[in-house]
């Protein structure tokens, strides 16, 4: 990997920019991921590159919600794979959760590829590939899920999801928190909880929520008033002026 300068005004998001070329020369990232990644910089650059006030509460409200599911499932998908690889594992180990690779463009090679990765990481049960089980609503292979796995799920993280899946999981009665850097797209819309930072940033965020509400003992009814607390609309309002208004150092 190219060497980046800690003082390049950019170098976090060219650091996570090469993250992404690995993992399409990898065959863990699909091409169309390279878009994907693109977009997701033009809307961080437009936050600053930072975890807004509001971002940070959706990550605690994510957190709580995360620690008061029956059965939470994170899913991962190329681009996740190759950005928080690591910090996916981290966080299941911190609020009790399955991963499951879930990929638009399934191909057998690309969730054995991920499901190696991951465990390269510290996964130690990858669901997804028994794929025993579809969302209604969907097309065959869009649709393909681990029964035992997100079909069975309460509580999904999906981070950088596409919209169509993210609605139809909306409507299995699914408790949705999405990492999307765009608030408008419709995951983001859809979401109960939507958290809009980068991936790179938001999944270590929760991890030490999920870690701080874990060592204070806190009750059922203190996670249940995070999570009562939280105001999406509020939170996707905040992060939409962010973008259009905000001032750049
Ligand atoms: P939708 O179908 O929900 O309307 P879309 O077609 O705009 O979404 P895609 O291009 O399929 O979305 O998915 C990429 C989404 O993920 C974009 O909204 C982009 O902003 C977001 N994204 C990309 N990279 C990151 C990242 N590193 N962290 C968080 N979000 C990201």
């Known amino acids: 990997m190219t060497e980046i300068p800690d003082d390049h005004p950019r170098a976090q998001s060219l650091r996570t920019r090469h993250r992404i070329e690995e993992g399409v ?10 878009i994907a990644q693109g977009r997701g910089e033009a809307y961080d650059y437009l936050l600053g590159e930072q975890t807004t006030p509001s971002a940070e509460r959706a990550e605690r409200a994510a957190a709580a919600q995360l620690l008061l599911a029956d059965h939470p499932v994170l899913s991962v998908n190329g681009n996740v794979a190759a950005l928080v690889p690591a910090e ?4 299941a180990e911190a609020v009790d959760a399955d991963i499951e690779v879930n ?5 057998e090679e690309r969730m054995a590829a991920i499901a190696d990765h991951l465990r390269e990481h510290g996964a130690t049960d990858v669901k997804g590939l028994a794929a025993d089980a579809r969302i209604p609503g969907l097309e065959h292979e869009r649709a393909k899920v681990d029964e035992d796995g997100i079909y069975d799920a309460d509580v999904v993280v999906v981070p950088l999801e596409d919209g169509d899946r993210a609605e139809a999981l909306a409507e299995m009665g699914k ?12 995951s983001a819309q859809t979401a109960a909880i939507p958290i809009v930072d980068n991936i790179v940033r938001a999944v270590p965020n929760v991890t030490r929520h999920a870690r701080e509400l874990r060592e204070q003992d ?4 203190e996670l249940e008033a995070i999570v009562a607390a939280f105001d999406r609309e509020a939170a996707l309002e905040e992060a939409e002026r962010a973008i259009r208004q905000g001032e750049l150092d």
């Open 88 to 91: 996916m594992v981290e966080l």
């Open 175 to 186: 408790t949705e928190i999405v990492v999307d850097l765009n608030p408008m797209s419709r």
């Open 218 to 221: 806190s009750s059922r009814e």
């Open 103 to 107: 990929l638009f463009n399934r191909t």
């Open 25 to 34: 020369e990898k065959g863990i990232t699909s091409k169309q991921g390279l």
